[in-house]
């Protein structure tokens, strides 16, 4: 940790960087650690998930499309 310097006119620009936007930093980086909470996923894991979810609403707009014509005649469109 770094130690403030007591006195002087610069003492209290670096406090109030140091408590502000300054600190800020260190705690975004926490989320990014081994030690971070949550479940652990794998990129490889995220990707297929994310696939996944396309297809699954994918098919559902084709099911949608497929459903919606059996239900409307064909001449009242």
Do not use: W
Not at 26 to 37: E, H, Q, V
Not at 56 to 63: G, Q, R
Request: overall charge positive; proline content about 6%.
């Amino acid at each position: 940790m770094r130690q403030r310097r007591l006195g002087g006119p610069s003492s209290t620009a670096s406090s109030a960087s140091e408590g502000g936007v300054g600190s800020s930093g260190g705690n975004m980086l926490r989320f990014y650690t081994d030690d971070a909470p949550g479940i652990k996923i794998s990129p490889t894991v995220v990707l297929v998930l994310s696939l996944c979810f396309i297809g699954f609403v994918t098919a559902l707009h084709v099911f949608g499309k497929l459903y919606r014509s059996k239900l409307v005649p064909p001449g009242a469109q």
